[in-house]
């Protein structure tokens, strides 16, 4: 599985983006998708993670900082998974990365497949 991750830019405090992931291959609806994000100086985090639909009915879980304000889909038919994010802070600013593993984790390693990273760069 290749991921190709887009959607990052420049926005204001308050305003919203939505990331997209991108995936080649036919066995993207069999992997559980996540997002990660890192900013400078800082380990990679974990943002959210959504699971495979026919084993967990497309469960999800987010990072506290996160949630209530980020969203994750996935979209089987198109190959690929988004991440709506509303009341954007400038402490979300940093690198986000999709990646594709076999649980639904908050856990790096558990992801196989990683996406190049877009910038998210939020202002004050």
């Known amino acids: 599985v290749q991921l190709q991750a887009s959607g990052g830019g420049l926005v204001q405090a308050g305003g919203s983006l939505r990331l997209s992931c991108a995936a080649s291959g036919r066995t993207f609806s069999s992997y559980a998708l996540g997002w990660f994000r890192q900013a400078p100086g800082k380990d990679r985090e974990f943002v959210a993670a959504i699971g495979v639909i026919s084993w967990t009915g497309g469960s999800t879980r987010y990072a506290d900082s996160v949630k209530g304000r980020f969203t994750i889909s996935r979209d089987n038919v198109k190959n690929t998974m988004y991440l709506q994010m509303n009341s954007l802070k400038p402490e979300d600013t940093a690198v986000y990365y999709c990646?594709?593993?076999?649980?639904?984790?908050?856990?790096?390693?558990?992801?196989?497949?990683w996406g190049q990273g877009t910038l998210v760069t939020i202002s004050s």
């Open positions: 990646a594709a593993g076999v649980p639904t984790s908050s856990s790096p390693p558990h992801y196989v497949y």
